[in-house]
T-cell receptor, first 114, second 122 residues
Framework: AQSVTQLDSHVSVSEGTPVLLRCNYS??????LFWYVQHPNKGLQLLLK??????LVKGINGFEAEFKKSETSFHLTKPSAHMSDAAEYFC????????????FGSGTRLSIRP | GAVVSQHPSWVICKSGTSVKIECRSL??????MFWYRQFPKQSLMLMAT?????????EQGVEKDKFLINHASLTLSTLTVTSAHPEDSSFYIC??????????????????FGEGSRLTVL
């Protein structure tokens, strides 16, 4: 069985400081992992994905995430937050053997202080 | 790149009327589409899986007769909220899976999302 846990429902950082959004997963099979961003009243946009290649994945807008199998984590980071990064972020896990099972995390709301 | 277009973005209707939401895949074919409902400050809740040419698969607790899904072509799925009531007010989002392989049959787990539809029932 798969599951995904986003450890923080809300994260607030100052503009220009690092961002860390935490995600832990559980999967019986080799997972594919994704981070999506959702701005208010919009659909979701893919930030980055891990599908068994390099464990450090770089995405759009300066975000990156590292797949750590030993810690079952896939935390999202960005060195320097920008005001436009304020949004809802979802960590998603999918079993590579059966991509019809796609599990969403509960989401983390990122706020950026000026 | 692949895009999913969802329409309308906003809809306001009177209680008891029906509302149709369209989800189109642009530049690619989608034999499967997913419909989600999202309450304020919550994650996406999968309502149903729309299958081209066959019946949709509904998640437990989702009323089939209330939320009618039709997937008549490889690029269009529709969700009709029948006899809408205020409790049906929500944000509805569709998505289509990114596929790979020669026949485009292998799901990758990645999803392309529509822009969402905000339904308000008065």
């Amino acid at each position: 069985a798969q599951s995904v846990t986003q450890l923080d429902s809300h994260v607030s950082v100052s503009e220009g400081t690092p961002v860390l959004l935490r995600c832990n997963y559980s999967s019986s099979y080799s997972p594919s992992l994704f981070w999506y961003v959702q701005h208010p009243n919009k659909g979701l946009q893919l930030l980055l994905k891990y599908t068994s290649a390099a464990t450090l994945v770089k995405g759009i807008n300066g975000f990156e995430a590292e797949f750590k199998k030993s810690e079952t984590s896939f935390h999202l980071t960005k060195p320097s937050a920008h005001m436009s990064d304020a949004a809802e972020y979802f960590c998603v896990v999918s079993e590579r053997s059966s991509a019809s099972k796609i599990i969403f995390g509960s989401g983390t709301r990122l706020s950026i202080r000026p | 790149g692949a895009v999913v277009s969802q329409h309308p973005s906003w809809v306001i209707c009177k209680s008891g009327t029906s509302v149709k939401i369209e989800c189109r895949s642009l530049d690619f074919q989608a034999t499967t589409m997913f419909w989600y409902r999202q309450f304020p400050k919550q994650s996406l809740m999968l309502m149903a899986t729309s299958n081209e040419g066959s019946k949709a698969t509904y998640e437990q607790g989702v009323e089939k007769d209330k939320f009618l899904i039709n997937h008549a072509s490889l690029t269009l799925s529709t969700l009709t909220v029948t006899s809408a009531h205020p409790e049906d007010s929500s944000f509805y989002i569709c998505s289509a899976p990114k596929t790979s392989g020669r026949a485009g049959l292998a799901n990758t787990g990645e999803l392309f999302f529509g822009e969402g539809s905000r339904l308000t029932v008065l």
